[in-house]
């Protein structure tokens, strides 16, 4: 143990001992703590430095150096033929009440979540070196607030590819996840003038509040088996709407080819835009996905996806294509926000496109989640016989509907009793009624825990 | 090369072969691409299944797949009893005109910068790997919109340790940037209440459109060679102030001790909030830094800092210190904007920071800064004698005054003439007017570089 040195007074003991940095430095953080815990109090004096000197056994000099550190950075004040001070208002920091835990359940089927625990770590790793290898050095300094080219290009490449996307990398914007592109897209549609804004209904919550928080009236419009009632659009006076064509969620329809069109014809008729969410449409099972919206209509329509379904919702990384007229707002809007998001994951994210990477990891859970989704519906069938599933043919998540008279909220409730977690569909909904359901995720669980967490259901009355 | 099948109809050109996907995929693409460039009409019909088939040599279930895909998708349209057609409205889409590259110069004073070419690129690549190795899977999910814990902590103990800050984890928020703190926490304090917001003039043009795009009414009030003038902050009736003690930007002074206690003596009588932008505190030359404002008033003073000048801009990493009362909204308002920032490089950084490689990468880089600092010195001395230079002591720039009647921004211009690129004071004026100087950013220029360019400068009048 280090010799320590201490200065005992009324106020005031400080510890300072060798192996612990400059002398001067020691002894105007003990001070400086010193004073924020209050040991030493507003206003009170500070012994002078050749009292304070002997009785730490310092030169001087030291303590003269530390005191006028104190003197410039406010803590102590000093005035001509009075001694230095406490200065008024130091005062030590409340902690915070720590906050309290969600509380966890056995088994979650919480929707919108991969499976994380597959994330190619070793992949992205590889991509991270060569990335950090390769880059030049004018990547590390401030960049274009539309991201990366490089990301910006690939991102046309394989939208072009999976999703039939249409687009040209300046017209690219990439975001903070699918929240920040709601958002900018949000506050460049109001900036040119959108006032009314039409969602899904029912539809995500948050989304919602994302555009209202952009300035926007969030008006609602019904979904039925065919998706988005298109025609309540123009009774609403919407000015742009925010779709799920590929998945309505959370109900998990597919939207009609006849909606497609009669969505288009809208907005080409009231100088519209659509807002295209294409959150898990890379997930499709049984046939073939369809292809976005967006490109049949690059002019009239702007596509939205994320990294967030497709490796993981930390990456946060967004993307929006928009039509070529929005790219300047749109771009200016991203760099008011944040001058641009990270580049290194932006290069990293477009290398895992470029080599293939993100094919491979897809084409590996696309098996995984097919198998959940069948172990849910065998489960369901099995233990909950009474309940419909549907929206079962992509994504990550189905929707349960409830035999007539059950409440979903309350079952959730009761669910909860047994550590299972299931999300009611009327916590979706916006001004519309529907029928009751349940709306499960089922990527982050294994066919096992899926098949008891469904056992457990059908003990509160499946 | 392969073998390819075309058929060639008055409409239509389409080019498939072996080796480039299944069937029924290659002629969706070629489809939509011939739709989409316009070789095909909107409205016209397209061949029949069984010619279009006949015509490629390929099976007519093929082609059946095909069409019922771009039929979903909606590019083509169905009627009962009549032709299949092309969808109105599937248009080509404009490529837009590129943008004018920003004229570049050969040397650029441009301040705020940071030498990138420093970056500590394997460091930073062993840090991801381990990180990626090390964190627990739920960490690649959602996270705290506060930033990832292991973050928030290790900056509380760096902070307090380089800069005298008091924090606790619970309040602070990592954001994407210095530039997306600075929108937080002004979009908070407008929710709290918050109207009329000073800043320092001169001080940074975009830091005040980031203030009133919150909605903020922005006031200046003027830096003399103290600092801040405290005094006028009443007159202004500001609520909070945004300050840069350590180093105000762009004049380079130090806001003195007694304008410190003046100012948290003002922000405690007015129960208002001081905003400390520690931008590039901890560069400092000749002595030790000051400590941050915000350790002497932590219920007062809002901390807000990145890594963009201690390390890279490109990392997007910023951060904000705030009173435990106002840790609550601030991560509203930051989850809001995107849920929070990248969890992978925020660990990146806490691995940074607690294995001491930022430290040491600190220590090269102000080594490396002095030089050019003391080059830049002695090169105005040498060339440029009659301008006065000042806030030499910290950060990676200083202001070199203008002889009486000198015009700044003529010089800026004239000087870009000799492919140097240098910024007006006047450019960062608010409302005051004030000498003439040229603030000159030294850190991304070698010494070499800064005596050629400063030789520049004196041919044109230094």
Do not use: N
Request: glycine content about 10%; some cysteine; proline content about 6%.
């Amino acid at each position: 143990v280090a010799e320590k040195r201490t200065s005992r007074q009324p106020e005031i003991l400080l510890e300072i001992g060798p192996g612990r940095g400059p002398l001067h430095v020691q002894i105007e953080r003990a001070l400086r703590d010193a004073l924020r815990d209050g040991r030493i109090a507003s206003g009170a004096a500070v012994p002078s430095t050749r009292v304070m000197a002997r009785q730490l056994g310092v030169s001087r000099g030291v303590l003269v150096e530390a005191y006028e550190q104190l003197i410039a950075e406010g803590y102590l004040v000093t005035r001509p033929g009075s001694r230095t001070r406490v200065a008024d208002g130091v005062r030590p920091l409340p902690r915070q009440a720590p906050v309290a835990a969600f509380p966890s359940v056995r088994f979650d089927f919480r929707p919108g979540l991969p499976d994380v625990t597959h994330f190619p770590r070793d992949a992205w790793s590889r991509a991270s070196r060569r990335v950090l290898r390769e880059l030049a050095a004018a990547q590390l300094s401030y960049g274009d607030a539309r991201g990366a080219f490089e990301l910006r290009a690939a991102l046309v490449e394989y939208l072009g590819r999976a999703r039939g996307v249409l687009g040209v990398p300046e017209a690219v914007v990439i975001c903070t996840g699918f929240a920040q592109a709601l958002g900018v897209i949000a506050r460049a549609l109001y900036r040119r003038g959108v006032r009314r804004f039409a969602v899904e209904d029912p539809g995500h919550p948050d989304q919602r509040r994302i555009l209202a928080g952009a300035g926007l009236a969030v008006v609602g419009v019904p979904v039925d088996d065919q998706g988005l009632r298109v025609d309540r659009l123009e009774r609403v006076a919407a000015q742009a709407v925010l779709v799920t064509p590929a998945h309505q969620f959370p109900s998990g329809i597919v939207l009609s080819a006849e909606r497609r069109r009669d969505l288009l014809a809208w907005a080409a008729s009231h100088a519209a835009i659509v807002v295209e969410d294409d959150y898990d449409a890379e997930y499709r099972y049984d046939r073939k996905p369809v292809g976005a919206l967006q490109g049949l209509a690059p002019e009239r329509v702007v596509y939205a996806g994320s990294a967030s379904k497709l490796l993981a919702p930390a990456l946060r990384l967004g993307w929006l294509v928009v039509p070529p007229a929005w790219a300047e707002v749109t771009a200016q809007i991203k760099k008011d926000a944040d001058l641009g998001s990270s580049t290194l994951e932006q290069l990293v994210y477009a290398d895992f496109l470029q080599t293939g990477e993100l094919d491979r990891h897809l084409r590996r859970m696309r098996t995984i989640y097919r198998s959940r989704r069948d172990a849910l519906l065998r489960a369901l069938t099995r233990h909950c016989p009474r309940w419909t599933p549907s929206g079962v043919a992509a994504g990550l998540h189905l929707v349960a509907g409830l035999p007539a008279g059950r409440d979903d909220a309350e079952l959730a409730r009761a669910a909860l009793g047994r550590s299972v977690r299931v999300y009611p569909i009327s916590d979706y909904r916006f001004k519309t009624r529907g029928p009751a359901g349940l709306v499960l995720g089922y990527a982050g669980l294994t066919e096992r825990e899926i098949s008891e967490a469904v056992a457990r259901l059908a003990g509160i009355g499946g």
